[in-house]
DNA sequence: CGCCTTATCAACTAACTGGTTGACAACTGT
DNA sequence: ACAGTTGTCAACCAGTTAGTTGATAAGGCG
């Protein structure tokens, strides 16, 4: 897996079983063992579930004799939600920009020129 | 593809090309050609990307001539920034709770005894 | 009309994913 | 020390994905 940790969070999110986990670790700590009892799945398959989580830096382990707590790394989730602001927000400036130049070119067509940059039509 | 719309978001957003044409369409609609452009990989390939994103909702396509615009949905971005902020906060909001509970317990009792925990904090 | 451009469809391949089972490592507790 | 608990590793399998090439559809243009 020689990817970008932006790509692994995204990857890692994309399914609904490590999505649920994450939703019960926001809720706290948990041994792989009690975060596997609800599913219908070996607890290898959670196991390697939280690999994944622990790969993209969602999740981290500590020790606690046998078990190991597992803990989420909310401050990831961030990653994620900065990228897609920024990419949002652009395409918001878009439309409001479009909107303010087809209204001038409205506005010019069909009577006298008016000031540049009206404000922006919802 | 029998997979609910976030997931289907989350992955389309986990490749690094995907990803690299949603921010250039953030910057304004663009053929299927005209995306591909920049890449060392075949059309074929950059229109099965757009399909990913189309059928995650991302983008849409229009028709011109023989071209196919391709525009950002860029409202459907925040169906996962809704849902990450939902459990960020949850787990902040739990961190905070927890702090307070801690600072009580040091200051009315040095010698509180730690019991194991076997499944989820509430 | 034929030809070129643009994009998608179809079939194939290599790599990855999510699941399984079995083995075993790490540690507890009697 | 030994049995039991908890979790990971390894190998395997079926399904999906990201790329390829070739064919074809859709439409403008000389």
Known sequence: MVQDQLSRV?????DPTR??????????DATVGALAAPYDVSVQAVSKHIKVLTDAGLVSQTRDAQR???????QVLDLTTKWIERYRRQAEERYERLDAVLAEAQSTSQSTRRTRNQGAVS
Chains 1, 2 share one sequence.
């Open 10 to 14: 995204f990857a890692a999110l994309a």
């Open 19 to 28: 999505r649920d986990l994450v939703a019960r670790l926001a809720q706290g």
């Open 68 to 74: 190991r707590p597992c803990h989420l790394e909310a």
